[in-house]
């Protein structure tokens, strides 16, 4: 599994210490940045993230903004995408067991690293039940046409 990760200024340090917690799982991911704590605009990393994962070339995706809000707004605009925005432990499992997000979008300036390290692997861990779910998800796609 590829995972996708990005970040604005205000997700940056979150996000470095996020890809620790994955290279010492074994996890692979690919940093589409950003690399330093200026000012940017989220929106523009949240697309470069997205796209990977709906291009194939990524799986899925971790965002990571002050809040995690801005980045989940920007993400769920793109088609093929289904990002949580997440706070706490349990909607980190069930967004996997019942929405099947392949995004997630946290709080740099929210949510404390130890939290985050279970919140994503809460996240990684879980299994899509499909069946019921998967018809939602699909009425969740026709809403993009
Ligand atoms: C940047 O200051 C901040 O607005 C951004 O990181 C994020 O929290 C937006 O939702």
Redesign the pocket.
């Known amino acids: 599994m590829m995972i996708a990760i990005g970040c604005?200024?205000?997700?940056f340090e979150l996000k470095n210490r996020i890809e620790k917690h994955l290279e010492e799982r074994g996890i692979e991911y690919k940093d589409f940045g950003t690399f330093d704590e200026k000012?940017c605009d989220?929106p523009d990393i949240a697309k470069a993230v997205c796209e990977s994962i709906v291009s194939g070339d990524t799986d899925r995706g971790i965002l990571v903004?002050?809040?995690?809000?801005?980045?989940s707004?920007a993400a769920n605009k793109i088609k093929g995408i289904r990002a949580a925005h997440l706070t706490d432990v349990y909607s980190a499992k069930m967004t996997k067991v019942h929405n099947n997000a392949n995004v997630i979008c946290l709080?740099?300036?929210v949510t404390g690293e130890e939290l985050a390290y279970m919140i994503v692997d809460s996240w990684l861990d879980a299994e899509f039940a499909g069946g019921r779910h998967q018809a939602r998800i699909d009425k969740i796609s026709a809403l993009e046409k």
């Open positions: 604005d200024h205000g997700g000012s989220y903004c002050g809040t995690g809000i801005g980045m707004m709080g740099g300036r």
